[in-house]
């Protein structure tokens, strides 16, 4: 197992540096004449050139970031320096704060907060519960009636729930439900649209208007009406900041809403298909995380989070972070330049076979066992590390956790075809449906896929 001081040399202080390795013109070109994702070149110049490279797909160059103590650098020791510019996301989610910079996402981020950590979690756990076991009611039905489920929707019907229900204190209803089956449309289309943001939003501007009208709809009830059955939700803490912060407008109310509706469903429902997609290649891991304990015992809890942690490693929520440097500096010796673009690639750390031995195996044991995973905190950032990293971190693993209680000892999938490759958008999903039927039990004999037959 790497250990810390076998990561490569400690970041320096701002200096002079030796110049970033860049890859050569001749790999950029093969890579535009064979088509492939932006993680295929990543992966080359990670591969060429080390945890710190540098490669030009125009005039600028840009400057990719893999080794652990270059991304806790970037990331967290010196965020000031390193900012976002953009979001992908922005012709969705607006300036809410996730796309958010400087001193309005300070502000926006202090309010939050408080939401998602200590008494503001507890809050949700009954909202979460109560999800979970509705989605357990449709699973045992469709076993009972060998009906296909596509797995996928499954799992993104369950998250949309659990924070339409946090957001809301309302459990979601079926055109609730349809109508915001736009946001999967628009975040799918996301790489695809125009650089122009007012092109952009004209390009997925019928599916904007039904996300827009279901959160005025929303916004308004949190003014009008009492809350739902499951108390106020986040909702209403953003419609009381309005009366005393004035940036707290209707178009910001509504930009954090549709924030936290898409980061709080759409990494959720894509890493618990991936999980069920690793589980059906290695059946063993579910047998040994309910083995680990039984029914609610701390054990088996913490086996079931190591399977979320381990699907985590494989497909992190955020694949790609990019920053923007505003003054030179020197990261893990090299010299960097004001205004220069960083790609922090968590999806490449995760796969270092330094960092990770047998790395694209799936092995919950990492995450058990003392020496499983290596210890720098830049070694593992599923949902980004430092001032910026991801609020809902922890809500997103409850509520994967105690689904997964739920429906992990009742049911296994059993996919009638899998997806043939990964798509490499805000996050990294299974490009394909996910079509299965439920096996109310495992077979514990049932070969792990993962190894040759005998």
Same mark, same amino acid.
């Given at each position: ?99 958010? %910079?400087? =001193?309005? /996402?300070?502000?926006?981020? +202090?309010?939050? #907060?408080?939401?998602?950590? *200590?008494?503001? &979690? @507890? $809050? ?10 509705? %989605?357990? =009611?449709? /699973?045992?039905?469709?076993? +009972?009636?060998? #009906?296909?489920?596509?797995? *996928?929707?499954? &799992? @993104? $019907? ?19 439900? +349809? ?276």
């Amino acid at each position: 197992m790497a250990t810390e001081a076998s990561l490569g040399p400690l970041p320096h202080a701002s200096g002079t540096g030796r110049p970033v390795p860049e890859a050569e013109p001749a790999l950029v070109e093969r890579w535009r004449s064979g088509g492939g994702e932006l993680v295929d070149l990543l992966s080359q110049v990670r591969e060429g050139l080390g945890g710190v490279a540098a490669f030009r797909l125009g005039p600028d160059r840009t400057v990719l970031v893999t080794d652990p103590h270059a991304v806790q650098h970037v990331l967290a020791r010196h965020a000031d320096q390193y900012v976002k510019r953009s979001h992908r996301a922005r012709p969705l989610i607006g300036d809410g704060v996730v796309a958010a %910079t400087g =001193e309005a /996402w300070k502000r926006q981020r +202090r309010l939050l #907060q408080s939401q998602f950590t *200590g008494t503001g &979690m @507890r $809050r949700y756990e009954q909202r979460i519960g109560e999800a979970a076991r509705i %989605t357990a =009611e449709r /699973w045992a039905g469709y076993a +009972r009636t060998g #009906q296909t489920l596509d797995v *996928g929707q499954e &799992m @993104r $019907r369950f998250a949309l729930d659990t924070i339409w229900r946090s957001l809301t204190g309302h459990p979601l209803d079926d055109e609730t439900e +349809r109508e915001l089956g736009s946001v999967a449309t628009v975040v799918a289309a996301l790489p695809t649209l125009p650089a122009d943001g007012a092109d952009a939003r004209d390009a997925v501007a019928a599916d904007l208007a039904r996300i827009d009208a279901v959160a005025r709809h929303a916004i308004e009830a949190a003014r009008s009406e009492a809350p739902g059955p499951d108390g106020p939700g986040l909702l209403h803490v953003l419609v009381d900041a309005a009366a005393e912060r004035p940036e707290y407008t209707d178009q910001l109310i509504r930009d954090e809403l549709i924030t936290l509706l898409v980061a709080g469903h759409e990494t959720t429902a894509t890493t618990l298909t991936w999980l069920y997609l690793l589980l059906d290649r290695y059946p063993a891991t579910r047998e040994q995380a309910l083995a680990a304990g039984g029914e609610g015992s701390p054990q088996r809890r913490q086996a079931i989070q190591a399977l979320i942690h381990e699907t985590l490693r494989l497909y992190p929520s955020a694949w790609i972070i990019p920053r923007h440097a505003t003054e030179d500096d020197t990261v893990a010796g090299y010299a960097i330049e004001a205004g220069t673009d960083i790609l922090v690639c968590p999806y490449l750390t995760h796969r270092d076979p330094e960092l990770w031995p047998d790395p694209e195996r799936f092995d919950p044991r990492r995450f058990t066992t003392s020496d499983g995973r290596p210890t720098h905190p830049g070694a593992y950032l599923p949902f980004g590390i430092g001032p910026r990293a991801c609020l809902g971190l922890q809500f997103a693993l409850r509520e994967s956790t105690v689904l997964l209680e739920h429906l992990l000892p009742a049911h296994t999938p059993a996919f009638r075809s899998l997806p043939t490759k990964a798509a490499y958008s805000i996050t990294v999903r299974p490009d394909g449906p996910t079509p299965a039927t439920l096996q109310p039990k495992a077979d514990a004999d049932r070969p792990d896929r993962s190894q040759p037959s005998a």
